[in-house]
Every structure is written in C-alpha cells, then in structure tokens.
C-alpha cells in the first residue's frame, strides 16, 4: 500500500463506501490519515456491571446468558434482547430492528459492551451498545470520527488500523529546524497517537504538533495570498478636491463621534495612493451603511465606480433600494446585480456598468463574477464580510484591478483574534449607537413562562407590530428535547389565527426565502419564524419583539445578533429568550444578554465561556474549516506558526523549493477550490 492509492485499496471499501468517504473529502490513503478524531472514549476502565449509573457511558464485560427472544415485536419492529451478566449482576442489552444480529451473540461467551444505560420501567438497559469479542479494538481510548451516511465508527476504526504501518510514510511539511525550534514531536509519533492514543499525554504532544501543522499552513497560505494584496501598495489615490461634506450633509442625522472617526479614517486611506484594506467593524445598528455611503461617493466624486456587495439577495436588494434612494439627489446612478435575474435585466446591467452609465453597483457575489467589467472600479465594499474571504480578495486583484477595500461587519471579533485573522487590515470600530436608541428589553424565561410570553407578543402583533420566533431545528428531531420550526410555525398559526405566521429555514431554495422576507419586510407576514438563516443584517423596523426558543442551544454573539433585528425602529422592542432547562453556561449567558447590549463585551464574554463543542466557526471569517485547530483556543499555538509561516516565504516567496512542496500541496488542500494561489 501507498499513502497515494485511493481508499478502495481498502478491505471493506467498495464503490459505496468509497462514495460515502469522498463526501468526507477522503479519497486517498493520506487523506484518511490525515482525518483526525473528533473526540475520544476511555474504555480503558471497566465498570461492573453493579455499578453502571444511568446516561453514563460505560464498558462492561459480561457473558451472554441467554437471548430472552429475537422474536419480540416492538411496534412493527424485531427487538433482539440479551441478558448479560458478570459477577455483579445482570443487565439487559437490547438492540431494535437487528435480528441478523442475533447469530452475533452465543450464550455462555463473554463479549466487551461499550453504551450509555437507560432507564427503562425503574431498569438500566443497555439499548444498541457497541460491542465486541475482541479486547483489543474495543479498549483503550477509542477515536471518534466525525461520520456521513453510510460509515459507521466501527469501519472506521478499522480501517484507520489498518493502515497504520503508513504513518511513517506521510508527508512531513515540517523541517528539521522547525521541529527542532519549536519542540515537536515527529509525525509518526503524532499521527499513531492521535489516532490511537495511549495515554493523555501522549496525545496532547501529539495535538500540538498536528494544530502547528495546520496553522503553519494555514498562515502560510495567507501570507502568500495576501502577498499579492498587500497594504499599502500602490493604487488609486482619491482626490482631495473630492469633499463629502455636501453627502453628509444631505443625511437625515448628524453623525455620531464614531461615524466621523470612521470616515475620517477611510478618507485619509482613500486620499493616500496606497491600496484600502479596512475593516468597520460597528454593531448592530451602528450605523455602518451611511459610512460606506460616503467612502462611495467620495468614489465617485473622484471619478471612479464603486461597488456593494451583500452576502444575500434580499440584504442586497434592501441595500439597493436605501442606497439608491439617498443617490437620487445627488445625481448618482445606482444599480443592482444578482443570479437570479432575468438574462436581458443582467446583460443591460453589464453593458451600463462597463461603459460607466452605472456609479455604484450594490449586488450579491454576482458582482465578482468574471462576466463582469467595470469601467474603472475604485472601492469595493462587501457587508457583513464574514462570508467574503481572502480569496475573494485575491479574485478581484484576478480581475486586473487593484481597488480600496472595506469590509463590513457586525460580528464583532475579539481584538486578539481580529490580529491575526486580518494580520494587515487596518481596523476601525464605530463604538457608539446613535442617540436615543432604547434599550432592547431582554428576558430569560423558562418553559413554564412561554404561554405569558406568547400572550405579550399577540398584543403587539394586535398593535400592528411583527415578530420573529427563532428555533434551533427545522424539523422535529424525534431525540432532541428541542421545539423545532415546524412545530412552532404549527401552533402559532392557530393560536394567532388574526395575524399571519410564516416559516422560513436555511434547507429552502434562495428565491423562496428571499419571497418570504420580502413579504414580511413589506409586512404580509406577522410572525416569522425561523431558523438561524435570519441572522445576518436583515432591517424591518416594524418588527419589535423577538423570541427565540431553546435559546439554550445558541452561543452569546449569536444570540446578541438575534436580537438585534428587533429595535431598529422607534418602537420599544423586546427579546425573550425561552430556556429548556438550564446548565450553568446557559443560565450565565442569559445573565449577560439581559444585562448588556454590547457586542464587543458579549464577544468577549462569549470566547470566555464557550465550552468545548461550541468551535469557533471559521468559515464566518471566510477561512478555510480546519480540522484540528481552534483559533479562539490555540492562539498560541498560532504565533508560534506565524513565525515560521514568516520565515519560510522569506526565504522562499514562491514556495519553489523542493522542501517546501509538500507544504504547498497541503495549503491547496486546505484551502481547496476557494483559493487559486498565485504562487
Ligand atoms: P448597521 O451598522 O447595523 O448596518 P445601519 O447602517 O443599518 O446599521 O443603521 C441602522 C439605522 O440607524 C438606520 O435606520 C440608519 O438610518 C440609522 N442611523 C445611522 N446613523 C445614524 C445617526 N448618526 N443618527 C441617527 N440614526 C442613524
Ligand atoms: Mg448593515
């Protein structure tokens, strides 16, 4: 075998499986290598059968008295069920709809069983345990791969056993002096030991030496790709002569201290010569679309086009309508560009834009696309930026252009990790709301309350206000003690049978979400409820209450920009958050969403408490996932591989090195299709 064959070189990998293993992105031998564990059992203790407790995973050792029956009927289903017994006592294992497990098992021989007991009439059971006769694959500490359809954990297992004689063959991207420096252990060790490790500490070496792996790629990779959009290079200088007093001044308010310091800011970038790379980050309701106005008539003023990109249709198309209007009186032309529109709409669009017709183009990622030409594009904004990456970036610069940059967003990012993430942006943060903004009314409630909540939302619904329900899942689990879309929306629309309910959730197609918001924005729809879809920058000021059941299961800065679609208008607005049960963490994020309305503290607050589980998504940063790292948790890690990342592109800009290939190929891997690296 070879870390290069494909896994159907495997026993047991089939087409099917084969399939299943792609979906992981595994295709080769060094793929499935390189797929870490998610998580690990200790079997190493077995626990007597006495003393198993319920919901507590366990390994037993027993012998197979009998199976009672194998011809149990459970609704329409077998049930296979043994009684298996040490020197302790007796418990029942059950397994459902498995009858061809029943040739499994033999009376009188002792099998390893690894489950979680459950109550069942005032009896522990052991319902669908893992099982064993082998001691060997069944102990120890035991990874746990994250899984698609049609793998189970066991085959996994096994097959990441048997290719364990390859880790010594697995492409070190690492050199000696980097090994040496920063105190790693060698691959193989790394690779056996995160596999299957033998003891806890063996397998923290091993983690380190694999997250420093990762990141020293994934720094590499930015470096190289911003090597192309540096700071500060040359690009097009705005003019002096160019004064946005005469915008400013035609806006419905005065700005706050920190618009003004924003925008004083981008116009000393804009008026520079050197390439924008800015970053606004300002809350929600801050106030950051009349700041990006502004840098886009100072644009224009200068002669050049600009653009706006959103991360949806409907927050383009908001923005389109709030944009073109305020450029009416200015004499600007603003226009909108998306993928859903008509051929002939789009065409005449390009046409406009190339030529210059159109000033400013709002518009979702069609905006980027290569059919598209501009005249001579100045800025470009993108809101809300998560969903706008570094590649995105380098694809502009594809384009042949080399414009201002500002980016836009109100997830706030802890200072610490907005350094390395944007490592060379500059960063503005408008830090202050505009004046006489109420307070949204926060409250925690348990389930025993909702019916009173639901009563106080009916009455501003009957005094002509909207208002979302949020929940966690589209559909009913069946498991999940969770109130899912579905079941809400039900029960809703007949306890609110006056007013209209609506459900929107992230598994509709894009043109039928965008129908629903557009009739709820022009307030056809009463109550929405909805999946977490309706987080980003979405504006009904007529809405003013938000709930959000199980709240328990949304982390801080996702329940803080929840909330902050209520309270955009000069309606009081509320936000309920409806606890199922309450574990500490819950119960302590509560505190904070009732007692603060800010983003930048909850953001902190938030890197504080989340617990393990709760990754920190990279993909809203317009990062790549990444397998082993956490970049809230390994920030240390992550300077440490910055160096090198450093010294590395000093030494070899291009990455041609012979040594270096490996390397190369790893950050393509990671940063796949996203990313052509111009290197
Ligand atoms: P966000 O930062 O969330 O994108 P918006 O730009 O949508 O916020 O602004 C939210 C609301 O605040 C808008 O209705 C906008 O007109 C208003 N607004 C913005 N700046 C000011 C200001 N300086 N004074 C009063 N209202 C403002
Ligand atoms: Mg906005």
Known sequence: MDIRDKVAKLKGVGPKKSEALEKLNIHTLEDLILFFPRDY???????????????????????????????????????????????????????????????SF????????YGKPQMNFGRLQLVHPEFSRNEDTAEGILPVYPLTKGISQKEMRQWQADIKSLYSKAEDILSKDIIERNRL???????????????????????????????????????AARQNIKNGENGI??????DVIPYIDSLPYPLTGAQKRCVDQIMEDLESGKVMNRLVQGDVGSGKTAVAEIAMYKAVKSGYQAALMAPTEILARQHFEGIGNSFKKHDISVGFLSGSMKASEKRATLERLKNGEIDIIVGTHAIIQPDV???????????????????????????GQNPNILVMTATPIPRTLAVVLYGDL???????????????????????????????????????????????????????????????????????????????????????????????????????????????????????????????????????QLRGRVGRGKHK???????????????????????SSDGFYIAEEDLKLRGPGEIFGTRQHGLPDLNISDLAKHLDVLDNAKKEARLILTEDPMLRSV?????????????????????
């Open 106 to 113: 033999k009376a009188g021989h002792e099998y390893i069983f």
């Open 185 to 223: 252990c060698s691959l193989s060790y790394a690779l056996k030991n995160i596999h299957f490790p033998q003891e806890k500490q063996k397998l923290l070496e091993a983690k380190y030496r694999l997250i420093f792996d990762e990141l020293l790629t994934l720094q590499t990779g930015l470096f």
């Open 237 to 242: 200088a705005f003019t002096k002569d160019a």
């Open 373 to 399: 030409e501009f005249k001579n594009l100045g800025l470009v904004i993108t809101d809300e930026q998560h969903r706008f990456g570094v590649s995105q970036r380098v694809r502009l610069k594809e384009k």
């Open 426 to 560: 500059d960063v503005s943060v408008i830090d202050e709301l505009p004046p006489g903004r109420q307070k949204i009314q926060t409250r925690t409630l348990g389930q025993e309350n909702r019916n009173k909540c639901y009563d106080f939302v009916e009455k501003q619904l009957d005094a002509g206000r909207q208002a979302y329900v949020v929940t966690p899942l589209i559909e009913d689990s069946g498991v999940l003690d969770v109130r899912s879309a579905e079941l809400v929306a039900q029960e809703l629309s007949s306890r609110f049978s006056n007013h209209k309910t609506a459900l929107i959730h992230g598994a509709m197609k894009q043109a039928e979400k965008d129908e629903i918001m557009a009739s709820f924005y022009r307030g056809e729809i009463d109550v929405l409820v909805a999946t977490v879809v309706i987080e980003v920058g979405i504006n009904v000021p007529n809405a003013s209450v938000i709930v959000i059941e199980n709240a328990e299961r949304f982390g801080l800065a996702q329940l803080h």
């Open 41 to 103: 059992e200790d079997r190493r203790n077995k626990v007597k059968i006495c003393d198993l407790r319920e919901d507590r995973p366990a390994v037993i050792k027993g012998k197979v008295e009998r199976a009672v029956s194998d011809r149990y009927k459970y609704g329409r289903k077998q049930l296979l069920k043994l009684l298996v017994s040490d020197d302790t006592g007796t418990i029942e294992v059950v397994f459902f709809n498995a009858k061809y497990l029943a040739a």
């Open 573 to 595: 607005s509320y936000c309920f958050l409806v606890m199922n049960g309450t574990s500490e963490v819950a119960q302590r994020r509560g505190e904070i969403m009732e007692s």
């Open 659 to 679: 040594e270096n290939q490996g390397l190369r190929r790893r950050i393509v891997k990671l940063f796949g299709d996203d990313m052509t690296l111009d290197l």
